[in-house]
């Protein structure tokens, strides 16, 4: 089997994917065959991250509809199908903290980028994948959707929760439909997103890398990789599901000295 010809002439739409984990998995997406296309709300770093995959760029705010089905029916009209829809535009702002000081328009911004987008982009990804009876869609969740931190980002949290509650729901709604939806739940990994947050308190970057197995913050290849096999046919028994890619730390009573 060449791997490197696994999702061969597929349509891959990914959001956020201009840095961090869409950036990495744009590259392993172009790789094994993909024609990939680069969905940011920042046209110069999404022109350069096509330009360098060999892919397109799309503008997108992924917390308006109109943007959202704008990406998705222009994609499927210009390169005939969307057939893998990665949904991992996401923020993490400082102003989203604990629930005694988070106000409701931090709360309300992140809900958008992080819940309103996977549910607008999924939406949008099936009104093509069910007409075409195949997809795979992968939607970024956390290892915060299934643990509880003392150093909260309360919305943040809340959004990956019902990012993975919702995954799950589609997968099982359109398992026979041929169209696979699964969460990927990353567990801290080393994007700029996380250097910025950990730059600003050096202290709670100490506090979370303890409690990982491994020993370390995963790399965006790292998780780019699990994308990749959850949208090729080597996953193609895997729906609903709940893909943990995070060092151990969600099966970690004590880590080992």
């Known amino acids: 089997m060449d791997l490197t010809q696994r999702l061969k002439d597929r349509v891959a739409i990914i959001t956020g994917g201009a840095s961090g984990i869409g950036l990495a998995t744009a590259r392993r997406f172009a790789a094994e065959g993909a024609k990939v296309v680069i969905a940011d709300l920042d046209p110069v770093s999404g022109e350069a991250a096509a330009a360098e995959v060999g892919g397109v760029f799309r503008h997108v705010d992924v917390a308006d ?5 704008e990406l998705f029916d222009g994609v499927a009209a210009d ?70 931190s003392a150093t909260s980002q ?55 890398l303890v409690h990982v197995p491994v020993g370390r913050f995963a790399e965006p290849e790292e998780l780019a990789a699990a994308v990749a096999f959850l949208a090729s046919d080597d996953a193609s028994f895997i729906t609903a599901s709940t893909f943990s890619v995070d060092g151990g730390i969600t099966a970690a009573y004590v880590t080992p000295l």
Request: aromatic share 6%.
């Open 65 to 69: 509809e109109a943007s959202v089905d």
């Open 79 to 148: 390169l005939g199908s969307v057939d893998i829809a990665f949904n991992n535009a996401g923020i993490s702002p400082a102003d989203d903290d604990s629930i005694e000081t988070t106000e409701l328009p931090a709360w309300d911004r992140v809900q958008d980028v992080n819940l309103k987008s996977v549910y607008l982009c999924s939406r949008a990804a099936l009104r093509h994948m069910v007409p075409a009876g195949k997809g795979s869609i992968i939607n970024t969740a956390s290892f915060v959707a299934l643990l509880g």
């Open 154 to 208: 309360i919305s943040y949290t809340a959004s990956k929760g019902g990012v993975l509650a919702m995954t799950r729901e589609l997968g099982v709604q359109f398992a026979r439909q041929g169209i696979r939806v699964n969460a990927l739940c990353p567990g801290p990994v080393n994007t700029p997103l996380l250097q910025e947050l950990f730059a600003k308190d050096p202290e709670r970057a100490q506090r979370r």
